[in-house]
């Protein structure tokens, strides 16, 4: 999107306002499930876990702002990488554990 507005704003002369599937999910968590569970949202950090690096640049973006930033840190995956190699973390070696579902049973129709 930042590609388009920069170098091509003929092809989308406003600005692009929309987001990934994935923020939508980031505002759910802050706003149904911090509800829900009596959590006030300012309590809730977001991480955005993507390949791309322009990921830093859109959680930071004022018009993807409600009353609280959806996404509050973005992090490339070869960044996620590296954390864990430098923390010695082995993944095959790590034990198994449940599903984390935050929102309960779901029907898996979706």
């Not at 990921?55 to 009353?67: D, S």
């Not at 996404?71 to 996620?80: A, F, P, W």
């Amino acid at each position: 999107m930042k590609y388009l507005e920069h170098f091509y704003p003929e092809v989308h002369p406003e600005p692009v306002v929309g987001q990934e599937p994935a923020a939508d999910v980031r505002r759910v968590i802050k706003t149904y499930y911090a509800k829900a569970n009596n959590i006030d949202p300012k309590d809730i950090v977001t991480v955005a876990l993507m390949p791309c690096s322009a990921k830093k640049f859109e959680c930071n973006r004022p018009e993807w702002r409600q009353r609280v930033k959806d996404v509050d840190y973005g992090l490339t995956t070869r960044e996620m990488a590296q954390m864990i190699k430098e923390a010695g973390i082995h993944l095959p070696d790590m034990p198994k554990g449940d599903f984390d579902d935050p929102f309960g049973t779901a029907t898996g129709l979706a």
